[in-house]
T-cell receptor, first 114, second 110 residues
Framework: GAGVSQSPSNKVTEKGKDVELRCDPI?????LYWYRQSLGQGLEFLIY????????KSGLPSDRFSAERTGGSVSTLTIQRTQQEDSAVYLC????????????FGSGTRLTVV | SQQGEEDPQALSIQEGENATMNCSYK?????LQWYRQNSGRGLVHLIL???NEREKHSGRLRVTLDTSKKSSSLLITASRAADTASYFC??????????WGAGTKLIIKP
């Protein structure tokens, strides 16, 4: 596609439920990143995928968070047993490769846990 | 992690004036990037300046980089209401993760 597509754009869920967020990167971009941004804050790195390499999961805040990237394209971020502190905007970005390129961001998913 | 620091945290100017935002960082970098974010959603890549470059222009944007001081500035000339947004700098040390600052909130008053 022309840009990075994220869905849903907004998600309200009850505490304790699982949610799945989707990111469709730009075709051909081998690098894909997930970030989290709380209101008025900067970006918090969550996870990074590069081609067929093992992902860097070092930013995931707890074992309730997981992500996968199928076929080197679409990625899903899953949050199990959601907590209120998980409420944030989850941003996905892709890049042609790692290092030396700007990122293209999706519009994000605003997650609200009630 | 956030090691970059932008200043000011917030800036309010009149339309038509120039806006200058600064970014400082701590580690050696390969490049530094500036992004704009409207309404707390997706970020838009504005400009990338490599460590061997000192100045770069793109339209009304001018970015400078001083690697000896580990700092960069973003100048927006002849500001417009549409420039109202948050601006972030991010440094790339080639470890594939960008290190982000906390952002400068820019308000352009009509």
């Amino acid at each position: 596609g022309a840009g990075v597509s994220q869905s849903p754009s907004n998600k309200v869920t009850e505490k304790g439920k699982d949610v799945e967020l989707r990111c469709d990167p730009i075709s051909g971009h081998t690098a894909l990143y997930w970030y989290r941004q709380s209101l008025g804050q900067g970006l918090e790195f969550l996870i990074y995928f590069q081609g067929n390499s093992a992902p860097d999961k070092s930013g995931l805040p707890s074992d309730r968070f997981s992500a996968e990237r199928t076929g080197g394209s679409v990625s899903t971020l899953t949050i199990q047993r959601t907590q209120q502190e998980d409420s944030a905007v989850y941003l996905c970005a892709s890049s042609p490769n790692s290092g030396g390129y700007g990122y293209t961001f999706g519009s994000g998913t605003r997650l609200t846990v009630v | 992690s956030q090691q970059g620091e932008e200043d000011p945290q917030a800036l309010s100017i009149q339309e038509g004036e120039n806006a200058t935002m600064n970014c400082s960082y701590k580690t050696s970098i390969n490049n530094l990037q500036w992004y704009r974010q409207n309404s707390g959603r997706g970020l838009v890549h504005l400009i990338l300046i490599r460590s061997n470059e000192r100045e770069k222009h793109s339209g009304r944007l001018r970015v400078t980089l001083d690697t000896s001081k580990k700092s960069s500035s973003l100048l927006i000339t002849a500001s417009r209401a549409a420039d109202t947004a948050s601006y972030f700098c991010a440094t790339d040390d080639s470890n594939y993760q960008l290190i982000w600052g906390a952002g400068t909130k820019l308000i352009i008053k009509p």
